[in-house]
């Protein structure tokens, strides 16, 4: 009953590091996104996949890369981490239907100093 | 741009109350509107609307669409200290992307 799984949970990194957020869903959805989440604001679609091979950018791609090398993961990997990166990322995962909903991770708490 | 807007942005009533939050929508070729609720952690699916004029229920929670007028609403009747959360309500357009508010904080008081 995994469902949508990314990891770490929390992470401080250093201006100018980079790191790989993890996603990893099991219920054979082709959509897959990644959202950062501000304090008080709604959630902003940074990169999102339509199918293993395929990404497309969002609304805030900026800072960001991302892969979907099999159906399952869709990692995402910040370059040069920046103070303005702090947030909280939700990876997400659907099935493009009439009456698909869409799944969240548990999210990753994120803090850049 | 396509945009959703949420009202009121927060909003604060005793247990008992009736609530009615808001969302209202531009967005080409739209297909659904979504409400979430979010706790602390992720959020978590409420109603899919497509159809104007169709109340959708769950329990204490009913949502409506309104196609004509681009907008939703939902309800919470007899709100218990458990509905306090941040509603968020989501557009979808034709290609299956979500457009978000920026939510509803709801704060329930005893």
């Known amino acids: 009953n995994a469902g949508v799984t990314q990891t770490p949970k929390f992470r401080i990194l250093k201006i100018g590091q980079s790191m790989t957020l993890q996603c990893t869903q099991d219920?054979?959805?082709?959509?897959m996104y990644w959202y950062r989440q501000d304090p008080g604001m709604g959630l902003k679609l940074i990169y999102y996949?339509?199918?293993?091979?395929?990404?497309d950018k969002g609304e805030v791609p900026n800072g960001y890369n991302v892969s979907r090398s099999t159906t399952e993961d869709f990692p995402l990997r910040l370059e040069l981490a920046a103070p303005s990166q702090t947030s909280v990322y939700f990876c997400?995962?659907?099935?493009?239907?009439?009456?698909?909903?869409?799944?969240f991770g548990e999210g990753s708490w994120l803090t850049v100093v | 741009e396509d945009k959703v807007v949420q009202s009121p942005l927060s909003l604060v009533v005793h247990e008992g109350d009736t609530v009615t939050l808001n969302c209202s929508y531009e967005?080409?070729?739209?297909?659904?509107l979504l409400w979430y609720k979010q706790e602390k952690k992720a959020p978590t699916f409420l109603f899919m609307l497509t159809s104007s004029g169709i109340e959708k229920k769950s329990g204490r929670l009913s949502s409506i669409l309104d196609k004509k007028e681009l907008f939703s609403i939902l309800n919470i009747t007899a709100t218990q200290t458990g509905d306090s959360a941040v509603y968020l309500c989501a557009a979808m357009d034709s290609n299956y992307q979500l457009i978000w508010g920026a939510g509803t904080k709801l704060i329930i008081k005893p």
């Open positions: 219920m054979n959805h082709n959509y």
């Open positions: 967005v080409t070729n739209f297909r659904s």
């Open positions: 997400a995962s659907s099935h493009r239907g009439s009456g698909n909903t869409i799944y």
């Open positions: 996949s339509v199918g293993a091979g395929i990404t």
